[in-house]
């Protein structure tokens, strides 16, 4: 907790908003989208959809694949918990949902379904799109895909097993948006960001969660940001967004969301 108290008080003395960014496509991206302040309808749905986990009685055994957690001291958990203090907060549900629109994406990749609040935001964006999403918890996959069946998302492909296996099943699929919240290691981080290359297009977006969840995440991030095929990057704090696009010269943003 002190290091992310410590690298947000950094983070608050080198971001800008919108008005300090002086290329066209970061400053669209934070105007039209970043700082949109529309009262989309379907804002109600993921009001509703995070309503009904939250007030779930149902506790669930999870088998975690990745760095833990710093809130809960077991691996049984009742659902309304891992709303309340794991999610999505709501703000970056309907962000995620904005995200969708703006890039007009069709093919979404998300890696860590958990309960699906992300899930649903990405998938009510744009019906006729398709959201892959992976998660290892059998148990929490179950949670999700029966969320997902009561308000007919259908444009959901829910795959339970590894990332690891994921990708050794779909090689050849490519992405327009990936959000990855399923492992908070280094390594892992490096390791699936390297793979992905191999699915994106000029177009692409990669969203990281939790670039500051520790200083070992921190350096996947700047090893992310600055690998060779990243031309603009933009750190949010929570989020770090990184794009491919071969016509805009490389160049990194901290933004205040």
Same mark, same amino acid.
């Given at each position: 907790?002190?290091?992310? +108290?410590?690298?947000?008080?950094?983070?608050? +003395?080198?971001?800008?908003?919108?008005?300090?960014?002086?290329?066209?496509?970061?400053?669209?991206?934070?105007?039209?989208?970043?700082?949109?302040?529309?009262?989309?309808?379907?804002?109600?749905?993921?009001?509703? /959809?995070? @309503?009904?986990? /939250?007030?779930?009685?149902?506790? !669930?055994?999870?088998?975690?694949?990745?760095?833990?957690?710093?809130?809960? @001291?077991?691996?049984?958990?009742?659902?309304?918990?891992?709303?309340?203090?794991?999610?999505?907060?709501?703000?970056?549900?309907?962000? +995620?949902?904005?995200?969708?629109?703006?890039?007009?994406?069709?093919?979404?990749?998300?890696?860590?379904?958990?309960?699906?609040?992300?899930?649903?935001?990405?998938?009510?964006?744009?019906?006729?799109?398709?959201?892959?999403?992976?998660?290892?918890?059998?148990?929490?996959?179950?949670?999700?895909?029966?969320?997902?069946?009561?308000?007919?998302?259908?444009?959901?492909?829910?795959?339970? @097993?590894?990332?690891?296996? /994921?990708?050794?099943?779909?090689?050849?699929?490519?992405?327009?948006?990936?959000? !990855?919240?399923?492992?908070?290691?280094?390594?892992?981080?490096?390791?699936?960001? @390297?793979?992905?290359?191999?699915?994106?297009?000029?177009?692409?977006?990669?969203?990281?969660?939790?670039?500051?969840?520790?200083?070992?995440?921190?350096?996947?991030?700047?090893?992310?940001?600055?690998?060779?095929?990243?031309?603009?990057?933009?750190?949010?704090?929570?989020?770090?967004?990184?794009?491919?696009?071969?016509?805009?010269?490389?160049?990194?943003?901290?933004?205040?969301?």
């Amino acid at each position: 907790m002190y290091y992310q +108290l410590k690298s947000y008080f950094k983070f608050w +003395l080198r971001s800008s908003n919108q008005h300090g960014v002086h290329s066209p496509f970061v400053y669209d991206l934070a105007t039209k989208c970043f700082y949109d302040s529309t009262k989309y309808p379907e804002y109600l749905f993921l009001k509703d /959809f995070r @309503k009904k986990l /939250f007030q779930s009685n149902e506790s !669930i055994e999870i088998t975690d694949f990745g760095e833990g957690s710093r809130v809960f @001291k077991s691996n049984l958990r009742k659902v309304s918990e891992i709303v309340k203090n794991a999610g999505i907060t709501s703000k970056r549900q309907r962000l +995620l949902f904005r995200l969708v629109r703006y890039f007009s994406a069709e093919t979404i990749l998300e890696l860590g379904t958990s309960v699906g609040l992300a899930t649903a935001a990405l998938a009510k964006a744009t019906p006729s799109s398709v959201v892959t999403t992976v998660e290892g918890c059998p148990t929490t996959s179950t949670v999700a895909q029966n969320t997902f069946d009561a308000f007919s998302l259908n444009n959901i492909q829910l795959q339970t @097993k590894t990332f690891e296996r /994921f990708f050794a099943e779909n090689a050849s699929e490519v992405y327009h948006l990936v959000y !990855i919240d399923g492992n908070h290691n280094k390594e892992k981080t490096l390791q699936y960001f @390297k793979i992905l290359l191999k699915h994106k297009t000029n177009d692409t977006v990669f969203i990281f969660d939790d670039i500051y969840w520790s200083p070992a995440m921190t350096e996947a991030w700047e090893e992310i940001r600055n690998h060779s095929e990243v031309t603009v990057s933009i750190d949010t704090f929570h989020w770090g967004f990184v794009f491919f696009r071969k016509e805009q010269q490389k160049e990194h943003f901290t933004i205040r969301l």
